[in-house]
């Protein structure tokens, strides 16, 4: 019998596993209580709503060609980074700005995720206000729609100039193509000549082409919806969380007392 009592003294038994019925009310008001006030939270705390706009890209992959799969990752990479070109962000920031939301660069970035997903790059915006958040995402990726089919043309060009460029260098290095009609045609003034005008294309061209090639295209974008459920600050967490702390200091409270007795003895 001494060993039995000895043991119940020295094994911890939480107080939820033994409480009584005034402990089981006690329990019950404080989670009630701080869920109300998890709701009294919710209405000073504006709820976040996150609106998505898609920029839908297509990457055009001939068979037999020395193009890997490093390659297409790296230019929908680029598609990405160049979502936070100067051109776009300045144009998307003026556009809210005409809308009567003043916003900068700074703020922009934090309330924005720039996600990629398969071919697709994904515009996500955070934003208290889901109409504003829609509008946001769906100005970015018509803006960089438009921007990146101008630079798409400018890409076209440093391709082709690219082209003709090693396919000029090959007439004078490569013997299997000394024989074929584009190197025939060739003398040594014009090759000269058109390897100037290839290079005079590359710079002209290439800072406006963005970093794009011609195997990567800007197919369309589609706009946001207005959200409807917020994804962060909701009530209903709010209340959950009130519910959820009240629990866990109820528990803690029933301890206490226990905690004390033994420390008395």
């Known amino acids: 019998m001494n060993d039995n009592k000895d043991l119940e003294e020295h094994t911890f038994v939480p107080a939820l596993f033994r409480l009584k019925k005034n402990q089981y009310l006690l329990i019950s008001l404080m989670m ?46 680029i598609v990405r980074q160049i979502m936070l070109h100067p051109d776009i962000t300045d144009e998307v920031i003026r556009l809210e700005q005409e809308a009567g939301n003043s916003i900068s660069l700074e703020e922009l ?25 829609a509008r946001i995402a769906t100005n970015w990726v018509e803006v960089a729609f438009n921007r990146l089919s101008e630079a798409y043309e400018h890409a076209l060009l440093v ?48 800072p406006k082409s963005l970093g794009l090639t011609k195997e990567i295209q800007i197919s369309q974008f589609q706009p946001a919806s207005i959200p409807t459920k917020p994804i962060q600050g909701g009530r209903t967490n709010f209340m959950l969380i009130g519910a959820l702390i009240g629990l866990v200091l109820s528990m803690i409270t029933l301890e206490i007392p226990r905690n004390s007795k033994k420390v008395k003895k």
């Open 109 to 133: 970035k934090k309330i924005s995720v720039i996600e990629g997903r398969l071919n697709s790059t994904l515009v996500k915006i955070r934003f208290t206000e889901p109409e504003v958040a």
């Open 32 to 77: 009630i209580f701080f869920a109300l006030l998890g709701l009294l939270g919710s209405f000073l705390i504006k709820p976040k709503y996150e609106a998505k706009a898609v920029l839908v890209t297509n990457f055009e992959l001939v068979e037999d060609t020395n193009i890997t799969e490093i390659m297409v990752y790296s230019q929908l990479e």
């Open 159 to 206: 391709s082709e100039a690219k082209w003709v460029l090693t396919s000029s260098e090959k007439c004078l290095t490569d013997e299997k193509v000394f024989d074929t009609a584009f190197c025939e045609t060739l003398s040594l003034d014009s090759l000269e000549m058109q390897t100037e005008e290839a290079q005079a294309v590359i710079l002209a061209e290439g």
